[in-house]
């Protein structure tokens, strides 16, 4: 507490303009941002679940309507974009893991959406997990084999699940026993199935996948933080279908892929585009299955968009 009518404390829930938060002496209340904040909102620095903010009431009467009057530092923010030129929206704050959760089928895994998201982990410096659901499916122990394989050998740490069946529950339960973990997918994906398996009568809905589009529907429309039986708290947020970068620059999409970053040290030439130029060590890499090709791919993709975007800005004056 930092005076008697202000208080600290973690947004637990965003729906609209009304932003739970949970103070902490752990009462609850809805309140509402100050005009600066609402500016800063609009440019897309929101609040978001995670957050820690300062809130006060605007009377002494026991119903009085709360204010969030100031935002805390942020240890950790997920920020992307629906797409390349698009103003970006943060997602949550102060997060430990980055659940990445992708169907092995219905609707079939995308690599480079796949990647999408393992770089916006990457460049927001929250470790990543990958989650591999659907499992169960007609052909999605085939499928789980391949991409468990793929991205286990970049070193990301893969899960196999499935909601219907129940394996993998109890080690993604465990996973997200500690700190704050973010879900993110694209939707139709399961990510509220698997927190319903987790947390029986937690009762988040959900929805069939499209058969013509091959796509999930959003099911999840606002924001929030479960807290978990054993521990632990999920930022369940709305599902996109696909993500673009924010706040990554062309020199640093490289980074975030570790298994070219590390191969990129050996080329002959500084600098280098991984492309046709001699003495390039991610191209032999790649020739030698050392490197997947389809990551080779992504990277070019999203580093073609950090150039685009550098150029956009310098246009724009940003």
């Known amino acids: 507490m930092t005076g008697p009518e202000t208080w600290w404390g973690v947004v637990w829930e965003t729906t609209g303009g009304v932003y739970r938060v949970r103070r902490d002496d752990g009462r609850e209340v809805d309140a509402f941002l100050r ?16 957050d820690r903010v300062r809130v006060s009431p605007e009377s002494d009467a026991p119903d009085a309507s709360w204010t969030i009057e100031e935002v805390g530092p942020r240890r950790t923010r997920i920020v992307r974009r629906s797409g390349p030129g698009r103003k970006p929206k943060a997602v949550a704050a102060n997060v430990d893991r980055l659940a990445v959760v ?31 659901n659907k499992v169960d499916l007609p052909g999605g122990d085939a499928v789980a084999g391949e991409l468990g394989r793929l991205y286990e050998d970049v070193g990301y740490p893969v899960l196999r699940t499935s909601a219907e069946t129940g394996e993998g529950i109890e080690a993604f339960g465990t996973l997200l026993a500690e700190g704050v973990s973010a879900l993110v997918g694209p939707s139709g994906v399961g990510k509220s199935s698997l927190l319903n398996a ?38 369940d947020t709305p599902g996109f279908a696909d993500v673009g970068l924010w706040g990554v620059g062309e020199d640093e999409v490289q980074r975030c892929f570790p298994e070219i970053a590390a191969a990129a040290e050996a080329c002959r030439f500084r600098g280098c585009r991984h492309g046709d130029e001699p003495g390039c060590a991610v191209t032999e890499a790649v020739a030698e299955g050392r490197i997947a090709a389809s990551r080779v791919a992504s990277f070019r993709v999203l580093r073609d968009e950090a150039r685009q975007d550098a150029r956009r800005g310098r246009r724009s004056g940003e």
């Open 35 to 50: 005009g600066r904040l609402k500016r800063e909102a609009r440019a897309g620095d929101r609040v978001v679940v995670g």
């Open 198 to 235: 987790v947390q029986p009568g937690l009762s988040l809905r959900t929805a069939a996948v499209s058969k013509r589009l091959e796509r999930g529907r959003h099911t999840t429309v606002s924001s929030r933080l479960i807290p978990l039986p054993g521990g632990g708290l999920v930022a």
């Open 102 to 132: 992708v169907s092995v089928t219905a609707p079939d895994p995308r690599l480079e959406v796949v990647d999408r998201f393992l770089v916006l982990a990457e460049g927001d410096d929250v470790p990543p997990v990958l989650v591999l």
